[in-house]
């Protein structure tokens, strides 16, 4: 029996083929979960376009916009899952954004705006999210948040700038919410994964290089794949991790281990 069979759940942050969250749409799929997908609005309607399409390959029974920057959107997402199912059994929150001006300049000339904005979308959003949800995962008797980060949240990668701190926020807010939802059963961790290309990373300055001195300087040697962060997920996800909450698990080909 697959290990998702009969489980509901929504993936947040699927942008195209080369996404995290794509590759966990997919993981899931497979082990049996029925999944919704959100997208955001863009004026070509290209991500809209985008994740129907990838939606249609993983049975999506639920394709619904969301800005997470917007409270009424996100108000309309939990509407549409309470309408659609009900119930929920996790939560996958795959997003991550900063201004293109503040990741190119130094770290301590960030604007203002620039750093709120990425706490905003990085960090707080899985704060609403979580509220939102949480009663349709305690009608399950318990559920799993799961969320992306990256090593910058811990130490300071160049380039990597004001995400750094906002990963940062998510880590921490993540241990919060654990502390608060664990007698509910609901249970809430974060994988950090190495160094990926996708659309997110293309934004920041020199990535390349920073995928190679992540391969050198790894335990293994090697870079990780989308494959690899997906399967962690789903272990998360499953029943198999009902021990496990409020954890940063590092899915870097032992990268973060390592002295140099």
Known sequence: MSVLSGKKG??????????????????LHKQGAELALTYLIDPKGRFESNVKNLGEKVNASLIKDCDVSDDNSIRSLINSLNDHWGELDFLIHSLAFAEQKDLQMDFS???RIGFAKAHEISAFSLLPLVEGVAPMMKKRGGGSIISMSFIGSNLAVPHYHVMGPAKASL???SRYLARELGPENIRVNVVSSGAIKTLSSAGIKDFAELMRVGAEHSAMKRTVTQDEVAQTTLFLASDASSGITGQVIYVDCGYSIMAN
């Open 10 to 27: 929504v993936i947040l942050g699927v942008g195209n083929q080369r996404s995290i969250a794509w590759a966990v749409a997919e993981h």
């Open 171 to 173: 880590e921490a807010s």
């Open 109 to 111: 000339s960030t604007s």
